[in-house]
């Protein structure tokens, strides 16, 4: 089959790219600069500051001096990658084969498509128009070989549609910047005096060989298509989601349980395949009556185990509700992340938190009574007791600092109780408290330890600490907030020692 | 004669005990609890990992006393990397104490439940899963068909478990290794140094199977359990 190739050339990629996000931009003149050795170039300009004399690879304070009003805005690299890729994929509906063609192209293996679309002109009009109404200055040209279809779009004067076979004699015309060539091979082509490719294809290949190197050579090839030119294709990303349609409604758990199964084997073999382990799906059950019930499930590291998300999905089966019942599951994975696959160990080690039976323990724990019930604490750099522990956010993060060392009571109580107090001097420690009517006698008593307040926090007293033990042997953590003063001595019971 | 019967009923026993899926320990293996004399009671002389402990206390203030008995056994278990989950009643635990009695806090999942029946669900799960060393519960009852659910999940994974009762009307019985009941003690001087002593319990084993029942006043004093005796104590008092 004659294949054909289209190649788009998208004259101002970025700064379109970028008018598109900030429309504010269209109505000024305005470049994408990026800094060189001390100065500021222009690495992208649009059409209106081009028309008004800011060209690419100028630098700003000189395109200043020509366009007063230049508006200049940081150049983000890789941006146009990022945009091409998008291009491209958005292009895919013309054709099932297209390649990013870096710095501003895209290239199209059209053979067998433009038939759709009545001839070829209708095709390259069809996509050019589409791509100017969403505001991109496209240009495109079709030849048989993906390098005269780059020459043309970008240096033709006339028809972008070049007939089978007619690379030769639109090419001959055409200046050998159209090859793709290297700078220093066209200054090189331009000294002698080589302004069209013409009479470069009336010369012996040895002679070009040894004069501009194997690549002018390749490139000529390419152009006429002696030689393929190999493209790699965009892959549209893929959703993890898997489909299940059933003949009749389903109205069981059991049925269910299938059908979780069913569609969960094939996701994980995907998973696996692609070192991905899930983190979140949601289930959807579309019902007979035209209804969505959904369970979601969730994990703490990424997981490929049907056995293990089964019993998550387990878990929640009760709560789906198939009333007629289900027709169709679609079962979905939100979250995603890599996996590091860990050899399987003949010989029990014990790993600690890495552990993959405890990551599966907690998920089903969360999956049963809540995942806000599941806690882990790290210390964290504050003397106030109510924030001297945070809650960690994963099994794998680790203490940023180290637990303090002093004596801690080890039931505290979330909201410190009032006491009623005696204390015989001023500062001392307490003598007896009374707590919920009863009265303890304290024996011994360590303290004070006063906590200042994080005044950068939160306003209020410090507060002074005392670890007391009474008659019976129960140990208590008490504290008097503020100074003591004689009226407002204010007490409190704020947890028990073991 | 005498002595081939008790050898006889000794032997029993034991056969009995395997049967119940229960292995005692081998005589000599080293101790991981760190409970020191404590553990004669125990058969063969060393405590039982892969058991059920029960800790009864008498009301919740006294609780705190049980909760430091356990950190101090689980910082001996836990020496090698081992992880522990700690389900309890809606975070009344303060992690950075666990530091005081050598735990790594951050090695301690807690899960905070209000019902019991929750928190013994966890408690089976988390029993079966290999990849723990200890699990501690805070529950309010335990009967004895629960406690034998738990008993046989830790045949399985070879799981220490605690549960940690107080403030109950009745003890039932239930199928759990041995039952302790843990008390605080007024604390000794320190050579005369005002201020409060070393932490000291009343650490009673009620039942213990095929071990000894016992009473012991235990201090928790330079990261381990010291035993102190009967003795000293009476004498403090009559100094006192």
Not at chain 1, 52 to 60: D, E, H, I, S
Not at chain 2, 64 to 91: E, F, H, M, N, P
Not at chain 2, 165 to 188: F, H, M, Y
Not at chain 2, 196 to 202: E, K
């Amino acid at each position: 089959m004659q294949k054909r190739y289209m190649a788009i050339w998208f004259r101002h990629l970025l700064t379109d790219g970028l008018a598109l996000r900030r429309p504010a931009l269209k109505e000024v003149p305005f470049v994408l600069t990026t800094p060189v050795k001390n100065r500021v170039v222009i690495t992208a300009s649009s059409p209106l500051a081009e028309q008004q004399g800011a060209f690419t690879g100028m630098a700003v304070a000189d395109a200043r001096a020509a366009v007063p009003e230049l508006v200049a805005v940081d150049d983000t690299p890789g941006k146009a990658a990022k945009l091409l890729r998008l291009l491209g994929l958005w292009c895919i509906r013309y054709t099932p084969i297209v390649a990013v063609d870096l710095p501003d192209g895209l290239v199209l293996d059209i053979s067998g498509c433009a038939h759709l679309w009545d001839d070829e002109r209708g095709y390259l009009k069809e996509i050019v128009l589409k791509l100017r109404k969403a505001g991109f200055d496209a240009r495109a040209a079709i030849a048989d070989t993906p390098g005269a279809a780059w020459a043309v779009s970008r240096f033709a004067t006339v028809s972008p549609i070049v007939p089978v076979g007619g690379q030769i004699q639109v090419l001959s015309g055409l200046p050998p910047v159209a090859l793709r060539l290297d700078a220093e091979i066209l200054e090189r082509l331009k000294k002698l005096g080589f302004r069209t490719i013409g009479p470069l294809l009336m010369m012996p290949s040895p002679t070009l060989r040894r004069r501009f190197g194997n690549e002018l050579l390749v490139r000529l090839d390419q152009a006429l298509g002696r030689i393929d030119e190999v493209l790699t294709p965009l892959t549209p990303p893929m959703p993890y989601v898997e489909r299940l349609p059933c003949l009749e409604p389903i109205r069981t758990a059991p049925g269910i349980e299938i059908a979780i199964e069913k569609l969960l084997s094939a996701l994980c073999l995907r998973l696996q395949a692609e070192g991905k382990g899930l983190r979140k799906a949601v289930l959807k059950c579309i019902r007979v009556d035209g209804r969505t019930v959904q369970a979601g499930i969730g994990t703490n590291r990424g997981s490929h185990s049907v056995s293990h998300l089964q019993k998550l999905f387990g878990l929640q089966i009760a709560r789906i509700e198939p009333a007629l019942g289900i027709e169709l599951f679609v079962l979905e994975a939100s979250k995603v992340e890599d996996m590091e696959t860990v050899q399987e160990q003949i010989w029990a080690v014990d790993r600690g938190l890495a552990d993959t039976a405890l990551a599966e323990l907690l998920d089903r724990v969360a999956g049963k009574v809540g995942a806000e019930t599941i806690q882990r604490y790290l210390p964290a750099e504050h003397y106030w007791p109510e924030r001297s522990v945070k809650i960690a956010t994963s099994l794998s993060e680790e203490p940023s600092t180290v637990w303090p060392e002093q004596m801690r009571p080890i039931r505290l109580l979330s909201r410190p109780e009032p006491i009623e107090v005696m204390a015989l001097v001023p500062d001392n420690p307490p003598k007896t408290f009374t707590y919920n009517n009863k009265r303890h006698v304290i024996m011994k008593a360590d303290g004070p330890e006063r906590i200042g307040r994080e005044w950068w926090l939160d306003s209020g007293e410090h507060r002074d600490y005392y670890a007391v033990e009474d008659s019976e042997g129960q140990r208590y953590w008490v504290f008097r907030s503020g100074h003591y003063d004689g009226s407002d001595a204010r007490w409190y019971l704020h947890g028990y020692f073991a | 004669m005498a002595a081939t019967k008790r050898e006889l009923i000794d032997r029993l026993q034991k056969n009995i005990l395997q049967w119940e899926g229960y292995k005692p320990p081998v005589a000599g293996t080293r101790s991981l609890a760190g409970l020191g004399l404590v553990e004669a009671a125990f058969p063969n002389g060393v405590f039982p990992v892969a058991a059920v402990h029960e800790l009864v206390c008498g009301s919740t203030k006294q609780a705190a006393a049980g909760c430091g008995l356990v950190t101090g056994i689980l910082s001996a278990l836990l020496k090698q990397d081992g992880v522990c989950v700690w389900i309890g009643r809606a975070r009344r635990l303060f992690a950075p104490a666990l530091a005081v009695f050598g735990v790594s806090p951050h090695k301690v999942i807690f899960i905070s439940l209000t019902k019991d029946k929750d928190a013994l669900w966890v408690m089976e799960e988390a029993l079966k899963c290999t990849g723990l060393t200890a699990v501690v519960c805070e529950v309010c009852e335990l009967d004895f068909k629960q406690s034998r659910r738990l008993q046989l999940a830790v045949e399985q994974s070879r799981v220490t478990g605690f549960i940690l009762r107080n403030a109950t009307k009745k003890l039932g019985s239930t199928a759990c290794t041995a039952r302790w009941r843990v008390k605080p003690l007024p604390s000794a001087d320190l050579d005369g140094l005002p201020g409060l002593g070393f932490m000291r319990w009343q650490v009673e084993l009620l039942k213990v199977r095929n071990g000894q029942t016992g009473s012991w006043v235990l201090e928790w004093k330079d990261g381990c359990f010291n035993r102190v005796e009967e003795v000293l104590i009476l004498e403090e008092r009559q100094v006192g």
